[in-house]
């Protein structure tokens, strides 16, 4: 019996040792980390400011977002800084009404695209419920995170948004941090592109997320030579119906000595920015 004991005593300080270690691995540590999540296939990027702020781009397809966020984030932690739904497609904001009961979201960016969709609609009802403030995107308005990071917001323009699709209006945004820039444009299409590349945006970025998980739509060469990316991350869920990613797409990053990483291929892709 004593050794029962003993034995379930040494599983237990084992137990708390690993989540020590755990949770120490997750304390800010000054540099900006970004997880591009393994969601199959849909978008949700995870990023975490030099102070420990959590801002997530879009919720995946499914509710495997919220098993990523308790492997990213510090056991006691629960706030989300900021939440920002590019578009609103089922492949992008599944978890996110979820997120919103689970955790203490403090702002939402949204395009102010009207979508009948009922899961967009479940999100508004949420997020009017908790009265949790929302930004419009709005290229003149940047967001400041308070620790170096800034949330350069790129696109859509308000006044085109009646004229876009749903996957053209998507939020657009530059995460900056020191010389550092990701460029996250969430399902825009050519249309969008050659839009932005008229407003004279500034998007020149180290790495871009693949517009719409590498689909043929996207992707311009135009759009890539304004971007000047050195890396590509891709998601797309393995074997997916869409054919994502496309490989005229892959070649064209690779005729422009753009290296790609993609989701499928590799789950999780985690990156980290040091000042």
């Not at 696109?155 to 990701?182: C, F, M, Q």
Request: charged fraction near 20%; charge should be negative; hydrophobic fraction near 40%.
């Amino acid at each position: 019996m004593n050794s029962r004991i003993l034995l379930l005593a040494c599983a237990v300080l084992i137990s708390l040792g690993i989540l020590g270690y755990r949770e120490l691995l997750l304390q800010p540590d000054g540099d900006l980390h970004a997880y591009f999540l393994d969601v199959d296939q849909g978008d949700a990027i995870l990023l975490v400011t030099p102070s420990g702020k959590q801002i997530l781009v879009d919720g995946g397809p499914n509710m495997e977002t919220l098993e990523h966020l308790g492997h990213y984030m510090p056991f006691l932690d629960r706030t989300i800084e900021l939440l920002v739904l590019s578009h609103p497609h089922a492949d992008h904001l599944t978890a996110f009404p979820e997120i919103l009961r689970r955790y203490n979201v403090e702002q939402v960016l949204l395009s102010g695209y009207d979508y009948a969709a009922s899961q967009y609609k479940a999100l508004i009802e949420e997020l009017l419920s908790r009265k949790i403030e929302v930004i419009l995107a709005d290229s003149s308005r940047d967001i400041s995170m308070g620790d170096g990071v800034l949330i350069d917001v790129v696109w859509p323009h308000p006044e085109d948004l009646n004229e876009l699709d749903t996957n053209n209006a998507s939020v657009v945004v530059r995460i900056l941090y020191g010389t550092h820039k990701i460029l996250l444009p969430g399902d825009i299409e050519t249309e969008a592109e050659m839009a932005i590349l008229r407003s004279e945006e500034n998007i020149q970025s180290d790495v871009i997320k693949v517009p719409h998980h590498g689909s043929i739509s996207s992707s311009s060469t135009g759009f890539l030579l304004a971007v000047r990316p050195e890396l590509g991350i891709i998601s797309a869920g393995r074997e997916n119906s869409f054919g994502h990613p496309h490989e005229a797409i892959i070649q064209r990053y690779e005729k422009m000595s753009i290296p790609l990483r993609i989701t499928a291929k590799e789950g999780t892709i985690s990156l980290t920015f040091t000042r």
